[in-house]
């Protein structure tokens, strides 16, 4: 009995390219007061604002606005993402922070939407969110 090998060629598939997508929020903080002006930042995990601090890594350092005149803390807020959700938390800062005049309790998220004011002790900001397409 004879026995026969099969041979097959192998083949390669070469599968249609994957599109990258950006998942980030572009945030867009409107500073008001004297030293204000319009800070865009890209929110992918996590964003951590604060005022003057070498020791740490902030994404937005707020002391060359006031900051820390403003009372504005080291650590202040962080600002998250859950999907397409932004989250505000506030850091346990010496002066609070409050949304649209509220305060907020230290340690807690709370949802941010477009149009929404942040005051990080006496500094205020609007905040705009922008979604990636």
């Known amino acids: 009995m004879v026995l ?3 041979t097959e060629t192998a083949r390669t ?3 249609a390219p994957v599109p990258v997508v950006d998942n980030s929020i572009r945030l867009t903080l409107q500073i008001s007061g004297p030293k204000g002006r319009n800070i865009t930042l890209k929110l992918k995990n996590r964003l951590l604002i604060g005022s003057g601090s070498a020791h ?3 994404d937005l ?3 060359h606005l006031g ?4 009372g504005v803390s080291r650590q202040h807020l962080a600002l998250t993402t859950d999907g397409d959700i932004v989250l505000a938390e506030d850091l346990n800062s010496a002066s609070g922070t409050r949304i649209n005049g509220v305060l907020m309790q230290p340690g ?3 949802r941010v939407r477009t ?3 942040l005051a990080l002790g006496d500094l205020l900001m609007t905040v705009r969110i922008v979604r990636a397409s």
Request: a negative charge.
């Open 4 to 6: 026969l090998k099969r």
């Open 115 to 117: 149009g929404d004011e």
């Open 108 to 110: 807690r998220q709370i």
């Open 56 to 58: 740490w890594d902030l």
């Open 13 to 15: 598939l070469n599968p």
């Open 61 to 63: 350092d707020l002391a």
């Open 67 to 70: 900051g820390m005149q403003a």
